[in-house]
């Protein structure tokens, strides 16, 4: 009886975690974008603050602050202290020409219109970002550096905060490969860091092998998700088909309701394979949405489209390896079941709270 009720309390815990962690979106990794345009001896810079980064610091009035000369002195303030390009050793001059509430995908934040001039066209720069408000975390953000036809990706986190920027002759030349490694290995990593923050789709793999009485259904279920998020993820992130996010958001949570239902009303679970097969094209849906936020670079598409996927498939392997044998091993005893069904029905709610939300 104790360990009935131990085991309660945990699930209990775990299912609340997901509840008080996440918001209307499926992911809580919040993204920043850096687009940097060299037009001869300026950089015009375009840089997207999510707003769950400055809820914290600033409150949810977002859309009024913008407007207030108050927040606008604030904000530069804090933009000079972390962000600096140089030129030639020499820190350049930034102008905060405009910002405005945006979208970026499924994303919202406040986009900031910078210019940097220096006396001479720019041929190399050095970029230092380290934004950080109040006792958040610094911003990860992807770096994009468009001249012309050249262009240029990357991350930048808590790890990789300085950029030196070194301007083709040739506007067609092609990142060295090391760097190329690099960016892919970043993307692998993003894919990781997504799908562990990714509660919805988490607390989705948790329901599909609740019911699983053996390794193999198992297998076969995560195979069947795996094959199938895999193929929308590719066709959705490289422009092949279009969906519209804010739906597929929504179609994640009754993906998540139905199951939970399922679990419920019936003992096994014969064809849920199949079933995953076709959820499981919604969750690449939403993967996509997430990776087109984040960007992919044009000059390697298939490979950072890989790699992200792997990352995804990695960080879902881990999950399991720890799951499924406590599972497995809590099938044993004969109270299973209706610890299941309690297990499905705080899994419904909170996928039900989703759902209603995200409409």
């Known amino acids: 009886m104790k360990q009935r009720s131990f085991l309660s309390m945990f699930i209990i815990m775990i299912l609340l975690f997901f509840g008080t962690t996440t918001t209307s979106h499926a992911h809580s990794l919040s993204m920043n974008y850096s687009d940097l345009n060299i037009e001869g001896n300026e950089i015009l810079y375009d840089l997207f603050i999510d707003q769950r980064d400055l809820v914290q610091q600033f409150g949810t009035d977002l859309d009024n602050l913008v407007n207030e000369e108050q927040f606008s002195q604030k904000i530069v303030s804090i933009l000079q202290k972390g962000l600096r390009i140089d030129v030639d050793s020499k820190p350049l001059t930034m102008e905060l020409d405009s910002m405005s509430m945006a979208n970026k995908g499924t994303l919202r934040g406040i986009e900031f219109h910078l210019t940097f001039t220096a006396d001479e066209e720019i041929e190399q720069f050095n970029l230092h970002y380290d934004l950080v408000f109040d006792n958040a975390p610094p911003l990860t953000s992807v770096l994009m550096v468009h001249d012309g036809e050249y262009f240029r990706q990357d991350v930048i986190n808590n790890t990789n905060k300085d950029f030196q920027i070194t301007l083709p002759q040739d506007p067609a030349q092609e990142l060295p490969q090391a760097k190329l490694g690099a960016v892919l290995w970043k993307y692998?990593?993003?894919?990781?860091e997504h799908i562990l923050t990714g509660y919805d789709h988490l607390l989705f793999l948790l329901s599909l092998v609740l019911i699983a009485t053996r390794f193999k259904d198992a297998l076969k279920i995560v195979t069947a998700f795996t094959i199938a998020h895999s193929i929308t993820l590719f066709l959705v992130a490289s422009g092949r088909i279009h969906v519209i996010p804010s739906w597929v958001e929504a179609l994640i949570a009754v993906t998540i309701c139905y199951v939970a239902v399922e679990n419920i009303l019936v003992q096994k679970a014969?064809?849920?394979?199949?079933?995953?097969?076709?959820?499981?094209?919604?969750?690449?849906?939403?993967?996509?949405?997430?990776?087109?936020e984040i960007g992919l670079p044009k000059d390697n598409l298939i490979g950072t489209l890989l790699m992200f996927n792997?990352?995804?498939?990695?960080?879902?392997?881990?999950?399991?390896?720890?799951?499924?044998?406590?599972?497995?091993?809590?099938?044993?005893?004969?109270?299973?079941?209706?610890?299941?069904?309690?297990?499905?029905?705080?899994?419904?709610?909170?996928?039900?709270?989703w759902l209603i939300d995200r409409l």
């Open 188 to 192: 692998f990593v993003l894919g990781i």
């Open 310 to 353: 792997l990352g995804v498939e990695t960080g879902q392997l881990m999950v399991l390896c720890l799951l499924l044998p406590l599972l497995i091993w809590l099938q044993k005893f004969p109270w299973y079941r209706k610890f299941m069904i309690s297990a499905s029905c705080l899994i419904f709610v909170l996928a039900f709270y």
């Open 270 to 292: 014969k064809w849920r394979w199949a079933m995953t097969a076709i959820f499981g094209l919604i969750h690449g849906m939403g993967f996509a949405g997430a990776l087109a």
